[in-house]
């Protein structure tokens, strides 16, 4: 069994900066991609960044060249730098995880989200 425990959510000013992390813990032969996702209230769940086992990293064009995403692969971990924040990223953030828990079998696995409040 995986999970994952995310923190670092909370109230900023518009402008301001937080920093998600998640981390997993658990029976992990390796992870692939590791990704955010928000959903704000009334929306769909949208993917905010992706970073590949490699280190590729990808951004929904809302967030580009604001947000930083990073892991630590080491340690099962995936990092979301947020900067210039602004009222819309306001959003439960979620990581999520592709973990290959055995040579033959991936699976994806949620963290439990975090809110992320921006005001103006």
């Known amino acids: 069994q995986v999970q994952l425990v995310e923190s670092g959510g909370g109230l900023v000013q518009a402008g301001g900066s937080l920093r998600l992390s998640c981390a997993a813990s658990g029976t992990i032969f390796s992870i692939n991609a590791m990704r955010w996702y928000r959903q704000a209230p009334g929306k769909q769940r949208e993917l905010v960044a992706v970073?590949?086992?490699?280190?590729?990293?990808n951004y929904t064009d809302s967030v580009k060249g604001r947000f930083t995403i990073s892991r630590d692969n080491a340690k099962n971990t995936v990092t979301l730098q947020m900067n210039s924040l602004k009222p819309e990223d306001t959003a439960v953030y979620y990581c999520n995880f592709r973990v290959r828990v055995t040579l033959f079998h991936e699976d994806n696995y949620w963290g439990q989200g975090t809110q992320v409040t921006v005001s103006s």
């Open positions: 970073i590949s086992s490699g280190g590729t990293t």
